[in-house]
């Protein structure tokens, strides 16, 4: 039943790697959903983070950054973020004010112009560049493209996000409440834990490994008269010199990533959790599409 007056609709956030789609994603839920990291193309999969009002539901698809594929991993990734385009009713073309129009950027734009959704284009990371800055890039932007709203914002800072989350919803359509209130992704915590292990050892490795990083989630165990959840989860890389990476001497590498991405998975469990952790090479796993299904990349369902 459609409540007269509610407001609900599906927002996808795209643009290039880097500009700040997770960390305002994560801003609007109020908790972490989407890993963040200052290396691209860290989102993989479509996010859908849930965000419920009195008088509005939106949700939000977080796409991988749209950039020049370099290989299976990167196709998927890409064409992951261009179908989100055809079945949404709001898109966020978010940019870096601090780069400014780039050619990511242009290439974006010439594929917009081929959808018939209402597009914002949001300028992120405004807390860091100077207010007079701002005009003459909007004005570039608006001169490839009739943008339905210019609005500027800082997805770290929180500035301007409030009148962002009010355009939207002027332009959602009357509908249903998908989800229930409470809930604020459509991802099994599975996804969301795998997702936590593998920005912990983005962070930690940062130059060393780049991205040929995936996590698999051996099992999640609660046992009988125990306030602790058990977690197994396996680190997969691609040579056996990132293995060492990961481990570490004498294995101190792997114990921080298990520390600092346990902090994350308590926070979402709401308990104590003991998280052991393996690592395992797959060798050249981004160009073999048998292993990218295996470890959860499904063109299929997108």
Excluded: C
Aim: charged content about 25%; hydrophobic content about 40%.
């Amino acid at each position: 039943m459609i409540q007269e007056g509610y407001k609900s609709g599906f927002v996808a956030i795209i643009g290039r790697p880097n500009v700040g789609k997770s960390t305002f994603l994560n801003r609007v839920i109020g908790q972490k959903i989407a890993i963040m990291s200052d290396k691209p193309q860290t989102t993989r999969n479509k996010i859908q983070g849930v965000y419920t009002t009195d008088d509005a539901q939106i949700i939000f698809i977080d796409t991988p950054g749209i950039h020049k594929p370099k290989h299976k991993l990167g196709d998927f990734m890409v064409k992951v973020a261009q179908s989100a385009l055809q079945e949404v009713d709001l898109i966020l073309f978010m940019v870096n004010a601090v780069e400014g129009l780039g050619r990511g950027d242009e290439f974006i734009i010439e594929r917009l112009k081929h959808v018939q959704t209402p597009v914002f284009l949001v300028i992120n990371k405004i807390d860091e560049v100077h207010p007079d800055d701002l005009l003459p890039l909007i004005e570039q932007y608006r001169s490839l493209h009739a943008f339905a709203e210019v609005i500027p914002i800082s997805a770290l800072q929180g500035n301007n996000v409030e009148t962002l989350l009010q355009q939207i919803k002027n332009y959602l359509p009357e509908g249903p409440q998908y989800y229930p209130a409470h809930q604020v992704t459509d991802h099994p915590e599975r996804f969301i834990i795998a997702e936590f292990i593998r920005e912990k050892a983005l962070h930690l490795t940062r130059e060393e490994v780049p991205h040929s990083i995936a996590v698999v989630i051996d099992s999640i165990e609660r046992r009988e008269n125990s306030d602790t959840v058990y977690v197994a989860a396996t680190i997969i890389v691609e040579r056996d010199s990132q293995k060492g990476i990961i481990i570490g001497k004498r294995g101190q590498m792997l114990k921080e990533i298990g520390q600092r991405a346990r902090v994350d998975i308590e926070a979402l469990l709401g308990s104590k959790v003991f998280l052991e952790l393996w690592v395992k090479v797959q060798k050249d796993w981004r160009n073999k599409m048998g292993q990218l299904r295996d470890l959860g990349y499904r063109e299929d369902e997108y």
